[in-house]
């Protein structure tokens, strides 16, 4: 079992970026997806969630409104549109599987993770 996230890079304040995240191996199909963020230092913190089906998706206060997630079942990818992008969203993004049908808050709830991808945003 192989996610393969991708998308990151260097952005100024204001700015947007598409991540996406790969699956293979298996079909993720039936489990709820996540982005989860780390800064040095930090423990990793949660993004956005989205159930299996697509229809509830979850963010953190910090991202709502600026922040999309949405996962292509046909594709066993999920992706995250992030938005007016701000400094403090600077980190390594991480892509996972969840354990259950609709994600969840806490990075215990997802067993499958993908290797990271950075952003940075400059003020």
């Known amino acids: 079992v192989q996610l393969q996230a991708c998308g990151g890079g260097l952005v100024q304040a204001g700015g947007s970026l598409r991540l996406s995240c790969a699956a293979s191996?298996?079909?993720?199909?039936?489990?709820?997806m996540g982005w989860f963020r780390q800064s040095p230092g930090q423990e990793r913190e949660f993004v956005a969630s989205?159930?299996?089906?697509?229809?509830?998706?979850s963010y953190s206060d910090s991202v709502k409104g600026r922040f999309t997630i949405a996962r292509d079942n046909s594709e066993n990818t999920v992706y995250l549109q992030m938005n007016n992008l701000k400094p403090e969203d600077t980190a390594v993004y991480y892509c996972?599987?969840?354990?259950?049908?609709?994600?969840?808050?806490?990075?215990?709830?997802?067993?499958?993770w993908g290797q990271g991808t950075q952003v940075t945003v400059s003020s």
């Open positions: 996972a599987v969840a354990q259950n049908s609709y994600g969840g808050f806490h990075y215990s709830q997802y067993n499958y």
């Open positions: 191996g298996r079909t993720f199909s039936s489990y709820g």
């Open positions: 989205i159930s299996w089906s697509g229809g509830t998706t």
